[in-house]
């Protein structure tokens, strides 16, 4: 039997990835694998499907997150995930870089104002998985944490501060679906389901023009 195509989910630990993967299964009670409970607890690579989807969901490992593990580990981890992309890129027809809203300030605060040489993670995650023409759509988990004040404050942070290091980046009702010129972005809540709809069609727009 051919192997399905894949949508690939990542992103830093405990930002909700796994809960993501579960909303997007056609039966979530049949679905018998564990969400993960605390930072770095997904770490097998292990595609994700059910008889009824026509796709099937790469869950990746997070990292970045894990206070309990060594920077050596985090690293191992790391050249996994690049690993792994680098040698199945072309069986991914789409991918969610998924954030935590609660954790985009302390992230880029850290390299835009406190000069720090490292990138951000979800910078870097957006680069590389551009490099090999992926399409992707930002996911900003965990909105129902927040109040609206803060959301807004927030994703502008996050938006101006993607412009600064050279993404322009829109939200998905307004993207013009030219990764050239903008990268899209989506409010969203794994626990209020929040978007889950836009998400499901957006996924599905990209499943569709894969085999075009």
Sequence with gaps: ?????????????NVGKSTIAKLLLPNPSQYKGKIGKTPGSTLLIKPITQKQMSYQIVDLPGFGYMKKESRRRQEHIKQQLVSHIENYH???FFGLVVLNVLRIEDELGKYFYEKQKTIPLSFEMIT???EFAIPILILINKI?????????????????????????IVHL???NYDYQVQLP??????????NLGKLKKIIN????NYYK
Excluded: C, Q, V
């Design 173 to 175: 009702d307004h993207f």
């Design 185 to 194: 972005y989506l409010k969203f809540s794994g626990l209020k389901k929040t």
């Design 1 to 13: 039997m051919e192997e399905k195509p894949s949508l690939l989910i990542i992103g830093n630990s």
């Design 90 to 92: 072309d069986k991914y």
């Design 144 to 168: 129902d944490k927040i109040s609206n004040f803060d959301e807004i404050r927030i994703i502008k942070f996050f938006i101006d501060s993607a412009r600064r290091y050279g993404f322009n």
């Design 205 to 208: 727009f990209f499943f569709t």
């Design 128 to 130: 590389f998985l551009l």
